[in-house]
């Protein structure tokens, strides 16, 4: 079983930025596809970016401009930088992880969620 942890959210102001981390223990995800995803208040949950053991990484060209995602192997950790961010990024953010598959090939193919970090934007 893979146990995906988030971190690093909280209240941040328009404008400023913020760096997510997920994590995992006892199992390296280095060759995983890690994804990051956000569920609005009152919204379905929408992919914002992904990045695979290879390090292709996936965008939604609305966010690429100001998300950008990487991964540290050594720490196990991928992270998700999010700049100039606005009122409506507010959202949980979840990361998500895909075992077997070498490419992002959509939520469906995630195996393992993390519980989500909240990120508030205030204008």
């Known amino acids: 079983q893979v146990q995906l942890v988030e971190s690093g959210g909280g209240l941040v102001q328009a404008g400023g930025s913020l760096r997510l981390s997920c994590t995992t223990s006892g199992r390296t995800f280095s060759n995983y596809v890690v994804g990051w995803f956000r569920q609005a208040p009152g919204k379905e949950r929408e992919f914002v970016a992904a990045i695979s053991g290879g390090l292709t990484r996936y965008f939604v060209d609305s966010m690429k401009d100001r998300f950008t995602v990487d991964r540290d192997n050594a720490k196990n950790t991928v992270y998700l930088q999010m700049n100039s961010l606005k009122p409506r990024d507010t959202a949980v953010y979840y990361c998500?992880?895909?075992?077997?598959?070498?490419?992002?090939?959509?939520?469906?193919?995630?195996?393992?969620w993390g519980t989500g970090t909240l990120v508030p934007v205030s204008s």
């Open positions: 998500a992880a895909d075992p077997p598959h070498n490419a992002y090939l959509g939520p469906a193919c995630m195996a393992y």
